[in-house]
């Protein structure tokens, strides 16, 4: 069994302040693993606990991002490659599926990608898709559960969360799977794993090493270009304090306001 | 010179900060409030390997070092100061004197399922009559045959009552003062030792403190820990690095209260604007934001000079006697920042408050401290 995570490196946004906005959060601020592909990283290595194996963990971004990269071999991942080219900045969502499919590609024989379901700063939820489209292989998206995977006959099935209720899919394997939160409960780093990653070091792969056009990835071949980005308009917030004899009559008196705001 | 953490102890922090902020930290006003020792976040710390990580992994151990131990007790009394004491007496004043002192037998059989935490320990030195004054000990061990008979009493013991296994102190030869001092290793269920009753304190409370006693409880000859009348200078060594781990966690404790008001001053709107912006506040921030920097590398560099194999007792009463009093005046300012709201419960800053307080008293008290940092300057 080769199953492969797909993991991004992003900012961390429980550090936004006052201090440090969206905007510059994104630029200069802390960054950390992105959170539902701690999921991705441990369903991954469920999979090989329960069948055996190799994990890899996959990231494309900054050489910054064998942080996230090291989480994963923390965790457990056997091995991990950062995809890095300046090449490959600035790209849109597809820009980032070629390089990743790419490396994908290059790594051999696999029988699942594994993704979280969206990223937490750009939030897409397009890059697993766009993975799977280039790689000519089926796609299973916000993965709540695998209920059985067959690495022989080469088929899975798995529950994916929808609005109201689940849906039950069965697919071939080779497969990309983007995965929700209910899916399973990370582990947390062991001293072992953290040794190692600490002593890890991690291939980084450029354009050239995936044979990659340049003009086929990052800003050079965007199709969808960002414009603009600009924080929320600040909330206008008004608090009215309700006071009443009684603690009915505040009651009564919120209610009716509550009402008359259509709020009830 | 380098200042920065290894890539090894960054990511140590980031795990150990990530178990206490989804396990501990939401539970740690309950434990505070039920006064009830938290069994299963010992458990689950045993399970993460962090109630031994110090020690190889050929004796249960995480095989870390004892930087790494500063940082987690750091990280686990930022929420909790009760988990950090338990952990701190449990790993630094129990697992490290059987790991530097014991045999290969007594390693063996105790300190692995110790640093494992598939049992508790704790360490037994203060007794009514001997507290600063260690060296007054009255519990006595006579030689009988191949056994010692204990006779004695030891009070403020944490995890005392809930021991599984405790290093006590005993006197083996009287009239040689400190130089007539033992450790010993004592099982729980020992016919003659019983595990007393457990204080009520003003902090910590999720800890236990305890009284244990020992009438005429006899133990195997095999149960002196390393040699005999070595107990005194043992103690001096495992007080010593239990003084940075105390230090430690009055760092966590005085970085937790700090954080929330920070926070706090943040959102508290007076006047038409958040207090934040007033620079009474501004400065006590400042104040306190410099001081946790200060003890923090006072801390740290005492664990680095323990890992580097020098000298560092002088280093490690420094860091304990900034450190622990830094505590205190940041956990003070915290509830002034808090105003009212500082002085109830909801808002934990007076339960950090409660819970620092102790560590300018345990493992040597402040005064004890600059005592000992005098002597090395002024020399004895
Ligand atoms: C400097 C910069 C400039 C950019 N410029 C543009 C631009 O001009 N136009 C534009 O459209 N977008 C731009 N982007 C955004 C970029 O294309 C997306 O961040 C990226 O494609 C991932 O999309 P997403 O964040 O929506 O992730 P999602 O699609 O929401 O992520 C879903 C899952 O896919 C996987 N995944 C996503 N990204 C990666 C990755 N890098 N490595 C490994 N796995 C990953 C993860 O498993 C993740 O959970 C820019 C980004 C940066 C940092
Ligand atoms: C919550 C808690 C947990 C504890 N856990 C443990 C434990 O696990 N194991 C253990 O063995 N002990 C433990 N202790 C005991 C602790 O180490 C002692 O309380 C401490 O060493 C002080 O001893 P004492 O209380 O007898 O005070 P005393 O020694 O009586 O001191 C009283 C005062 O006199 C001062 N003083 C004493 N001698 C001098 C001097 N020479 N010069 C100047 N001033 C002096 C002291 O600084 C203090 O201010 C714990 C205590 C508490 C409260």
Known sequence: MNAIALVKHVPDTAQLSSALDGLKLMAEGPRIINPWDEYAVEECLKLREAHGGQVTVLSLGPAQATEALKQGLAMGADQAVLVSDPAFEGGDTLGTARALAAAITKLGTWDIVIAGRSALDGDTAQTAIQVAALLGVPQLTYVAHIREINFEAQTISVERMLEGGREVLTSRLPCVVSVVKEINEPRYPSFMGIRKAAKASIPAWTAADLNLDPATVGAAASGVSWAEVSLPPAREGACQIITGDTPEAMAAALVDKLMAEKII | ?380
Not at chain 2, 233 to 260: N, P, S, Y
Request: hydrophobic share 40%.
């Open chain 2, 1 to 380: 010179m380098d200042f920065e953490l290894s890539e090894e102890h960054q990511m140590i922090r980031r795990m150990v900060r990530d178990f206490v902020e989804r396990e501990i930290a939401p539970r740690a006003d309950k434990i505070d409030e039920s006064d009830e020792f938290p069994w299963d976040i010992f458990h689950r710390m045993a399970e993460l390997g962090l109630l031994g990580m110090p020690f190889p992994e050929e004796y249960g151990g995480s095989g870390g070092d004892y930087l790494g131990l500063v940082i987690a007790l750091e990280e686990v009394a930022r929420a909790s100061g009760s988990v950090a004491i338990t952990f701190d007496a449990h790993t630094s004043l129990c697992c490290e004197p059987l790991y530097l002192f014991g045999t290969q037998e007594q390693k063996r059989k105790y300190l692995i399922p110790l640093a494992r935490g598939e049992k508790i320990g704790a360490f037994g030195l203060t007794e009514p009559q001997a507290g600063s004054d260690a060296g007054a000990t009255a519990t006595r061990a006579i030689r009988d045959g191949d056994k010692w008979v204990l006779n004695g009493q030891k009070i403020f013991i944490t995890n005392g009552s809930i021991a599984d296994l405790v290093l006590v102190t005993a006197k083996t030869d009287p009239e040689k003062g400190t130089r007539g001092i033992s450790a010993f290793i004592v099982e729980k269920g020992t016919p003659g030792f019983h595990q007393g009753r457990d204080e009520k304190k003003m902090g910590l409370k999720g800890s236990v403190t305890s009284e244990l006693f020992f009438e005429d409880c006899r133990i195997p000859a095999e149960n002196l820990l390393g040699d005999q009348n070595e107990g005194f200078k043992q103690f001096l060594v495992t007080l010593d690095a239990g003084r940075v781990a105390i230090a430690a966690m009055a760092t966590g404790l005085a970085q937790g209260a700090f954080e929330k008001a920070v926070a706090y001053a943040r959102e508290r709107v007076q006047f038409g604007q958040a207090i934040a912006r007033f620079q009474a506040i501004q400065w006590m921030i400042a104040e306190m934001a410099t001081e946790i920097e200060a003890a923090r590398l006072l801390v740290y560099r005492a664990a680095w000079l323990k890992e580097q194999g020098a000298q560092f007792t002088k280093e490690a009463s420094m860091a304990k006697l900034f450190a622990t009093e830094t505590s205190e005046r940041v956990c003070r300012k915290a509830i002034q920042i808090h105003g009212g709201y500082g002085y109830v419960r909801e808002y934990e800053v007076e339960r950090m408050y409660r819970d620092q307080r102790l560590c300018a008293i345990g493992e040597g008290t402040n005064e004890i401290q600059r005592l000992v940092i005098a002597r090395h300057v002024l020399g004895k």
